[in-house]
C-alpha cells in the first residue's frame, strides 16, 4: 500500500540487498553529509523515471516555521493566566461530552478536536477577533464544527450559557440542548454559520471574504477592517470542498480571509496523509 508518498506492507524478496543498499546509504549520509546524500537520492529518482519506473509522488514535506524565532513578538497577555483558563475551558468541555454519554450511550462528541486546538481557539478569542461594537462589520469566524464543545464550554465561562444547557448536549428534543454542530437555526442567538458537514465551512469562508470585497468595493458596507477566520482540521482538507475554492482566493488576492488548519492527525476514517511530520 502507498501511505505518505512510500511503499509499505510489501513483501521484501532479497532483505540481504535491501540491506546493503541501506548500509550503503547510511554510510553516505555518515560520510559525506544529508545534501550529498540527497543529491543521490535526487539522481537516482531521475533515473527511474528515464527507465520508467513509477514511482508514488510523495505528498509531505518537512515541517518549516516559516517565522524564524527571533522575529516571533513577545507574548502579549497574561500567558498563565489565559493557560489557567484554556485548562478550565478543556476540563468543561470534557466533562460535558463525558456526561452526555453517560446519559445516551454513544451520542459523541469528538473530544480531541477542541482539546487539540483549544490554544488556536484561546489566542483568536483573546487577541485577534474582532467584534461588532460600534457598528462595525467585525470578522466572521466559521468554527471547526467538531470543537463545539470547546465554545460551548467558554461560553458557559462568560455566563452566556447555563450549566443545565450543558448537561443537554445533543438533546435539543424538548428545547433548551445544545445542537451537535454550528448552525445558526438550530441556535439562532449563538452561532453565525453553519460548518457542518465536513468542507461546508471552509469553502463558505472563501466566498465570505470574496463577498466582503464585493460589499466594500461597491460601498454597500465598510468591510475594509473584517477577517474571515475559518478553522479546519488536517483530515478535513482531505474533503473536496475544503480546498477545492481555494483557487478564487488566490485569483482574487483575497487577504481577508485566514484558514487555521488544526494538524492533530486524527479523523474518523483512517490516518491523516501527507502532514506526518508536524510532530
Not at 60 to 82: C, R
Amino acid at each position: 500500500m502507498i501511505f505518505d508518498g512510500f511503499s509499505h506492507q510489501l513483501p521484501d524478496t532479497d532483505p540481504t540487498e535491501t540491506a546493503e543498499w541501506v548500509d550503503s546509504f547510511d554510510a553516505v549520509v555518515e560520510a559525506h553529509g544529508r545534501s550529498r546524500a540527497r543529491f543521490l537520492l535526487m539522481k537516482l529518482l531521475d533515473r527511474a523515471r528515464g527507465a520508467q519506473v513509477g514511482f508514488p509522488a510523495t505528498v509531505s514535506s518537512p515541517y518549516l516555521n516559516t517565522i524564524a524565532p527571533e522575529y516571533e513578538p513577545w507574548f502579549p497577555g497574561d500567558e498563565d493566566m489565559e493557560r489557567r483558563i484554556r485548562a478550565f475551558i478543556r476540563w468543561n468541555a470534557a466533562v460535558m461530552v463525558t456526561r452526555a454519554n453517560i446519559l445516551s450511550e454513544g451520542i459523541g462528541g469528538h473530544l480531541a478536536t477542541y482539546a487539540s486546538s483549544a490554544s488556536l481557539y484561546e489566542v483568536g478569542f483573546n487577541h485577534f477577533f474582532r467584534g461588532k461594537e460600534d457598528g462595525r462589520a467585525g470578522d466572521q469566524v466559521y468554527f471547526q464544527g467538531h470543537a463545539s464543545p470547546g465554545i460551548y464550554a467558554r461560553a458557559y465561562l462568560e455566563g452566556r450559557l447555563s450549566e443545565s444547557q450543558l448537561d443537554r448536549f445533543r438533546q435539543e428534543i424538548g428545547g433548551g440542548g445544545l445542537s451537535s454542530y454550528p448552525h445558526p437555526r438550530l441556535m439562532p442567538d449563538f452561532w453565525e454559520f453553519p460548518t457542518v458537514s465536513m468542507g461546508l465551512g471552509p469553502i463558505n469562508a472563501v466566498y465570505q471574504a470574496r463577498f466582503n470585497r464585493y460589499l466594500l468595493h461597491r460601498r454597500l458596507a465598510d468591510t475594509s477592517g473584517s477577517r474571515v477566520w475559518c478553522f479546519v482540521g488536517d483530515g478535513e482538507v482531505d474533503e473536496p470542498e475544503t480546498l477545492g475554492a481555494c483557487s478564487l482566493a488566490a485569483r482574487e488576492s483575497l487577504d481577508n480571509l485566514i484558514f487555521v488548519v488544526n494538524c492533530n492527525l486524527q479523523r474518523l476514517d483512517g490516518p491523516v496523509r501527507g502532514n506526518g511530520k508536524i510532530i
